[in-house]
């Protein structure tokens, strides 16, 4: 089973940056960034198939986030910048190991791989 471990969390200022951390134990064909907000339902914020490279983004998010990645290392990062205190919460990422198409219309079950999170908490 492939673990996902996150790490990058922490306390940033508003208008600040930030880069998570997603390393992977082994093959997944998609990675995602989701985000859990306090009292809100999780939410899909980024997906990246590892085929291509290719990385769908959230219209919330889009100009703010960028997606890369280290082959090497099988670790994909969250840059995070022009952070505002509604992006607040815990993200995960999560992986999807069977074929299920573009991972930008894979359902929430199809997801079947997750860490255990990381805090952001944006705030003065």
């Known amino acids: 089973q492939v673990q996902l471990v996150e790490s990058g969390g922490g306390l940033v200022q508003p208008g600040g940056s930030l880069t998570l951390s997603c390393a992977a134990s082994?093959?997944?064909?998609?990675i995602g960034w989701f985000l859990q907000a306090p009292g809100e339902d999780i939410e899909r914020i980024s997906c990246?198939?590892?085929?291509?490279?290719?990385?769908d983004y959230a219209e919330s998010i889009k100009d703010r986030f960028t997606v890369f990645r280290d082959g090497a290392t099988n670790t994909l990062y969250l840059q995070m910048n022009t952070l505002e205190s509604e992006d607040t919460g815990v993200y995960f990422c999560?992986?999807?190991?069977?074929?299920?198409?573009?991972?930008?219309?894979?359902?929430?079950?199809?997801?079947?791989?997750w860490g255990q999170g990381t805090q952001v908490t944006v705030s003065s």
């Open positions: 082994g093959f997944t064909r998609a």
């Open positions: 999560a992986g999807i190991q069977k074929f299920v198409g573009p991972c930008q219309f894979a359902s929430k079950a199809d997801w079947d791989v």
């Open positions: 990246t198939s590892t085929g291509d490279g290719v990385t």
